[in-house]
C-alpha cells in the first residue's frame, strides 16, 4: 500500500491531483503538453497500435502509459526524472496512437515538448554533449559534410574493404548497431560519377542536374506546358545517401509534365532535432528552409507544390506552424509554407506517367510498408496505393498490422538497437508471410530498416526493398 | 543505468528495500471490512520474482504507476505488477497472497469506465493480458475457448472466418480483453437483440481468492447440474477470483444487414419511436442514439451532412436472411414516419451504410473537443421508460447547467448520458457530483438500473443501496465472505464503505 497509506479510511485514496491549482505544475509542462495530456482519458484504444507496447509488453511504455508518466512529472508526483526518460527514450515516435486515438490526443506534441524539458535537465558529459552537437549541428545540416561522407562510403564499399570485412566477421568487431548498417547501406555512386552523371543516364542526369542546380532556382527540367510547377524539396540524408531516389523523383515528375525547380539555400528539415527535444535547433533549419522557398518564390515565381519524397521529412515540413506557437509573423510564414508541401506520391497521383510495366509478364508480389510519419501525421495514405495499383504486372500483398513502425524511426535503431530490432523482427514475420519479392518503402529510414530486415530474415536472394519511387521509375523506363 | 539527472531530495528509484522498511515501521494496516491487509514486504517481492521470474514482475516507479489507473477517475500506485502465463502461476500468487493478506487487482488493458481495475488497497495488480495464448474455435461444438488476455476483436475475428459470430460488441473490442468483458459483463450496441457478454459464457476456470482451481459451467447450453457459479463469476467485477480460461458460445453470423437513419425534431418523440419499434415485431440488432448536442459537436468537428437543428437521430440496424431484414426494414420505417421522424434515410449500398454509422464513430472524439473530462454515465431503464428517461435527463442538463450529451444504445434502455466537464474546475465538478447523483435515482425511480454494462466498481458504489437495499447488499456480502474470507480480491470494489459518497475533485 503506498498512496493511501496514511488515509486508512475511505475510498477517496489518492484522487487526481490533476486538480489541484496549477502551481504545482512543473513550468517546462506548461503549454501545450500538460493540456495536452488532459485530453488523454486514458481509453487504451492506443495500446493494440503501439509498436513498444506489443514487444516491451508493459504500460510504461505504452502511449497511454508514457502520456500518464508525463502527466505525473509535470505535477510534480513522478519525482525522477531518469525515469521519464526512460520511458520517453524508448518512444519510437512514430505516432500511430493519434491515429487510433479517439480523443485527438496530440501525443507528438507531448513527446517533444516532455523530450525538450527533459534535454534542458540531463547533464550530458562533455564528450557526449560534443560529440550530439557536432552530428545535430554541423553534419546533418550540411549537404558537403553529408557528401563526404557519403564518399567515405563509397570508397569502403568499392575498395572491397567491405567485402573482405564481411568475409572475415570484421563487422562484428563494430558495435552491433553500426555493423548492422554497414552491411544494409545503399551502393554508392562514386564521387566521380557523381560528378559527371550527365553522361550516363538520364537518372544519374537528373541527379547530376539536381547538384549543379543548387545554387540557382533554374529549372532542373520542364515539360512545354506544365501541369505544375513544383519546387523540389531534396531533404539532406535522402539526397547524400539516396541521390538516385532523388533524381528519379525528379525525372517522374518532369516525365508526367511538371516543370521542377529546385530550392537554393534549403537545409535539413529538422526533423530529427524536433524529435530529440533539440527544439531549438528545429526552430532555426525551419526559418531557414522557409526564408528558401520565400527567396525562389520573389526570384522565379510562385510554385503550385513543394514536393519531398521522405515520408518523415514531410511532415516534419506540414508541422512548421507548430513550431512556432509564440510567434505569429513566423508562423503565418510557416503556414504558407506547409500548406504548399506534398508528398511525392500526392502530386505523381494526380499526373499521367507512361508505365508501361516492367518487362515481364510474371506478376511480381509486393508488400507495403508505410512511412509512419507520412501515414499518422501527414495522413497521406490513398496515394501510393493507387500509384501500385496503376503499375501493370504488380499484385500488392498487405501484411499483417501494415500500419505499424518498422522500428527504424530517425536514429532510433541506431540508439535503441535490440529494442529495433524486436520490432523489426515482428515485422520481417509479417513481411515473410506475404511472400513478396519486394517491399515497397516511401521513406529512407524506412529503407534502410527494411533492407536490413531482409538480410536478418535471411531473405537477401529472394527479396528487395525498394522506395516507391524506383518502382514507379523503373515502370516508366527510367 | 547512470541517472544524468539532478536529484531531488525526494526522488530516487524507488529503492525497494528502503521504501518497504520505512512502512512497516509506520505498521501500515487497512482496515477493509472485517479483514485487514498487510504491508507488501521486500520478502513478497522476492516471492513473486521466485514465481514469476525477474522480467514479469515490476516494482519501479514508473511501472507502478503506469498500472495505477483505468479510463475512470483516479490514481492508486500498486506495490507491485505481475504478468501471469499460466493458471498455475495465478494459483500460486493467490496461494501466496492469500496466505499474506495482500490485495490483488485483476486487470486485463484497463479499458474500464467504472474503476474495476484500479489497486485502490495498493498490493498487487494482476495483468492478465499477456495470458493470451488459448483461442480455439470449434465449429462443431459452437463454442470458443479462449485465454483472458485475448482481445474480445480477436475472438470476433476468428468467428467470423468461419462463419460463426460471438455477438458481443463493446465499444472498446479492439482493445479490451475477453477476461475483463467477463468480469464486468460488457455489453454493447448489440446487446439489444443478442443480450450481453453473460449470455455467451458456457464455463469458465477460475482461480478462487483461496487459490483452489475450479470449472463451472461446461461446453453445453443446457447445463443444470448444481448453482450456477458461471453466473455468479460473470459480472462480479474481480472479487470473486481470477478467471483463467473460458468457453463462449457462438451463433452463426447472419448473412445480410440494413442501416437506417431517423431524424427528429424532439428528443421525447424519438423515444417514442424507439419503444414503439421494439413493440411492433421486429428486433433490430442494434439502435444508436445521438442527440442535438452530439449532433452539434460532430457537425462542428467533421461535417456529416446531419441537420444542426434536429434534436435527435437514431441509426437502426437490422440483420438476418436479405429478405426478411427487407420487410423489417418497411416496417421500422412506417413506424419511424407515424411517430413524426422528419426524416428517413436508407442506406442503399455498403458506402452509405458505413456513412450512415461514420457520424456514428465521430460522437466519441467530437465531444472530446467541448471539454477534456468525460463522467461517461451508464443507466439502463426498462424500454417503456426510455421516453421519460429522456425528459428527466433534459431537466436534469438544465438545472445543474452542464454539458451534457446522449448518445449510445438507447434501444435496450442503456442510456449513455455523458457529461463534459473540466476537472480542473472544482466548482463545477461539484454540479457534476450532483448531476450524476440525481442521474441514477432517476434510473431507479423508473424501475431501471444504475449500471447497464459499465460495472459498479468504485464510482457508482455509493449508490448501491438505492438499488439493491440493506439486505440484498448484505446477501451479496455474505456470498463475497464465503468465498472470499480474507478480503483479498479487488477489495474496495462494489460494496459502499460507510459514509462513501461520490467525490470526483480532491477535497
Known amino acids: 500500500m503506498t ?26 509542462f506548461r503549454e501545450p503538453a500538460y493540456d495536452e495530456t488532459m485530453k488523454c482519458v ?3 484504444y492506443c495500446l493494440p497500435a503501439c509498436p513498444t507496447y506489443e514487444t516491451m509488453g508493459t ?15 509535470a505535477e510534480g508526483r513522478l519525482t525522477d526524472w531518469s525515469l521519464l526518460a526512460e520511458a520517453l527514450d524508448l518512444c519510437l515516435g512514430c505516432r500511430a496512437c493519434e491515429t487510433a486515438c479517439p480523443s485527438g490526443v496530440q501525443y507528438g506534441r507531448i513527446l517533444e515538448a516532455a523530450r525538450s524539458a527533459i534535454r534542458a535537465r540531463r547533464r550530458g558529459g562533455p564528450l557526449a554533449e560534443a560529440a550530439r552537437s557536432l552530428l545535430m549541428r554541423r553534419v546533418i545540416p550540411n549537404k558537403r559534410v553529408l557528401n563526404t561522407l557519403s564518399g567515405a562510403l563509397w570508397v569502403y564499399q568499392k575498395s572491397g574493404l567491405e567485402a573482405a570485412a564481411n568475409r572475415l566477421k570484421l563487422t562484428r568487431l563494430l558495435p552491433a548497431p553500426l555493423a548492422a548498417f554497414a552491411a544494409a547501406l545503399p551502393r554508392r555512386t562514386s564521387p566521380r560519377n557523381r560528378a559527371r552523371r550527365a553522361r550516363t543516364g538520364p537518372a544519374e542526369r537528373a541527379e547530376a542536374a539536381a547538384a ?8 532542373v527540367a520542364s515539360a512545354a506546358r506544365p501541369r505544375f510547377r513544383v519546387a523540389f524539396f531534396t531533404g539532406c540524408v535522402m539526397d547524400a545517401m539516396f541521390g538516385r531516389i532523388n533524381a528519379l523523383s525528379m525525372e517522374l515528375l518532369t516525365c508526367g509534365g511538371c516543370e521542377v525547380v529546385r530550392i537554393p539555400g534549403e537545409t535539413c528539415c529538422g526533423a530529427l532535432h524536433a524529435h530529440a527535444g533539440e527544439h531549438g535547433d528545429a526552430v532555426r533549419l525551419a526559418r531557414r528552409n522557409i526564408e528558401a522557398f520565400e527567396r525562389l518564390e520573389e526570384s522565379a515565381g510562385p510554385v503550385d507544390f513543394i514536393v519531398n519524397n521522405a515520408g518523415g521529412c514531410g511532415a516534419m515540413l506540414v508541422e512548421y506552424p507548430l513550431l512556432f506557437t509564440e510567434e505569429p509573423d513566423w508562423r503565418a510564414r510557416a503556414e504558407r509554407f506547409a500548406a504548399k508541401c506534398r508528398d511525392i506520391s500526392v502530386v505523381l497521383a494526380q499526373l499521367e506517367l507512361p508505365l508501361a510495366g516492367r518487362g515481364n509478364e510474371r506478376t511480381t508480389v509486393v508488400t507495403y510498408q508505410r512511412s509512419c ?3 499518422h501525421v501527414q495522413r497521406v495514405k490513398d496515394e501510393p496505393l493507387k500509384l501500385l495499383a496503376a503499375i501493370p504486372g504488380i499484385e500488392l500483398r498487405e501484411m499483417a498490422d501494415k500500419d505499424k513502425c518498422c522500428g527504424s524511426a530517425g536514429i532510433y535503431n541506431l540508439v535503441h538497437h535490440a529494442e529495433s530490432m524486436a520490432i523489426l523482427d515482428v515485422r520481417m514475420r509479417a513481411v515473410r508471410a506475404t511472400e513478396a519479392e519486394i517491399i515497397v518503402t516511401t521513406n529512407p529510414g524506412c529503407l534502410l530498416q527494411m533492407q536490413l530486415g531482409i538480410r536478418r530474415a535471411g531473405l537477401e536472394h529472394r527479396m528487395r526493398a525498394v522506395h516507391l519511387v524506383e518502382l514507379l521509375a523503373e515502370a516508366c523506363g527510367l | ?23 512497516q515501521t509506520r505498521a501500515t494496516r487497512i482496515k477493509e471490512g472485517d479483514t485487514a491487509m498487510a504491508a507488501f514486504t521486500e520478502t513478497h517481492l522476492q516471492e513473486l520474482r521466485a514465481i514469476f521470474g525477474d522480467k514479469r514482475v515490476l516494482y519501479r516507479e514508473h511501472d507502478l504507476y503506469s498500472y495505477a489507473f483505468d479510463a475512470s477517475f483516479g490514481t492508486y500506485r500498486p506495490d507491485a505488477v505481475v504478468q501471469p502465463l499460466t493458471t498455475d502461476e495465478v494459483r500460486k500468487l493467490v496461494l501466496m497472497a492469500n496466505r499474506e493478506r495482500i490485495p490483488l487487482t485483476p486487470r486485463g488493458h484497463a479499458s474500464s469506465l467504472s474503476g474495476g481495475p484500479l489497486p485502490v488497497m495498493g498490493g498487487i495488480v494482476v495483468d492478465l493480458s499477456k495470458m493470451n495464448d488459448k483461442l480455439i474455435i470449434d ?3 459452437l463454442v470458443a475457448v479462449v485465454s483472458p488476455g485475448v482481445l474480445t476483436a480477436q475472438i470476433h475475428q476468428a468467428a467470423e472466418r468461419k462463419g460463426l459470430m460471438y455477438p458481443p460488441d463493446p465499444s472498446s473490442s479492439a482493445v479490451s480483453t475477453i477476461g475483463g468483458n467477463l468480469a464486468e459483463n460488457s455489453g454493447g450496441p448489440r446487446g439489444l437483440k443478442y443480450g ?9 476456470e477460475v482461480v478462487t481468492p483461496t487459490g483452489e482451481v475450479i470449472r463451472t459451467g461446461g461446453r453445453t447450453v443446457k447445463n443444470v447440474t448444481g448453482y450456477d457459479l458461471t453466473r455468479l463469476i460473470v459480472g462480479s467485477e474481480g472479487t470473486l477470483g481470477i478467471i483463467t480460461e473460458a468457453t463462449l458460445r457462438l451463433i452463426p453470423k447472419p448473412p445480410a444487414s440494413e442501416t437506417m437513419m431517423a431524424i427528429f425534431d424532439d428528443l421525447v418523440v424519438c423515444g417514442k419511436a424507439i419503444s414503439r419499434i421494439l413493440s411492433s415485431g421486429i428486433l433490430p440488432a442494434k439502435i444508436e442514439l445521438m442527440d442535438q448536442a452530439s449532433i452539434l459537436a460532430v457537425e462542428h468537428y467533421e461535417p456529416c451532412g446531419l441537420p444542426r437543428d434536429a434534436k435527435a437521430i437514431i441509426l437502426i440496424e437490422l440483420d438476418g436472411h436479405p429478405q426478411a431484414i427487407k420487410a423489417e426494414m418497411e416496417t421500422a420505417r412506417d413506424v419511424c414516419r407515424t411517430t413524426g421522424a422528419r426524416e428517413i434515410r436508407v442506406a442503399q449500398s455498403e458506402a452509405e451504410k458505413n456513412d450512415l454509422w461514420r457520424a456514428r464513430k465521430l460522437v466519441s472524439p467530437a465531444v472530446a473537443r467541448i471539454k477534456p473530462t468525460k463522467i461517461s454515465e451508464d443507466i439502463c431503464v426498462p424500454k417503456s421508460k426510455i421516453p421519460e428517461a429522456f425528459a428527466r435527463l433534459e431537466r436534469i442538463r438544465d438545472k445543474y447547467g452542464l454539458h451534457m450529451v446522449i448518445f449510445g444504445h438507447a434501444g435496450d434502455g442503456n442510456l449513455h448520458p455523458n457529461i463534459m466537464a473540466d476537472k480542473r474546475d472544482a466548482e463545477e465538478m461539484k454540479r457534476v457530483e450532483q448531476a450524476v447523483a440525481e442521474i441514477f435515482q432517476t434510473a431507479v425511480e423508473l424501475g431501471g438500473t444504475l449500471s447497464g454494462e459499465h460495472g459498479i466498481g468504485t464510482m457508482k458504489a455509493p449508490f448501491l443501496p438505492l438499488e439493491l437495499g440493506d439486505a440484498g447488499i448484505a446477501m451479496m456480502r455474505r456470498i463475497k465472505e464465503a468465498w472470499d474470507p480474507k478480503g483479498i480480491m479487488n477489495p474496495g470494489k462494489i460494496f459502499p464503505r460507510p459514509g462513501q459518497r461520490l467525490v470526483l475533485t480532491d477535497d
Do not use: W
Open chain 1, 42 to 44: 486514458q481509453c487504451g
Open chain 1, 3 to 28: 498512496e493511501t497509506g496514511e488515509k486508512p479510511s475511505g475510498v477517496t485514496g489518492e484522487r487526481p491531483s490533476a486538480t489541484r491549482p496549477a502551481p504545482g505544475v512543473n513550468p517546462l
Open chain 1, 59 to 73: 504500460e510504461t511504455h505504452s502511449p497511454r502509459g508514457r502520456i500518464n508518466l508525463v502527466r505525473l512529472t
Open chain 2, 139 to 141: 465449429e462443431e461444438d
Open chain 2, 1 to 23: 543505468m547512470i541517472n544524468e539527472f539532478e536529484r531531488s531530495p525526494k526522488s530516487g528509484h524507488a529503492r525497494y528495500g528502503a521504501e518497504t522498511a520505512r512502512k
Open chain 2, 196 to 204: 450481453v457478454t453473460r449470455d455467451y459464457v458456457l464455463g469458465l
Open chain 1, 212 to 219: 549543379s542546380a543548387a545554387s540557382t532556382a533554374k529549372p
Open chain 1, 373 to 375: 510519419h507520412m501515414t
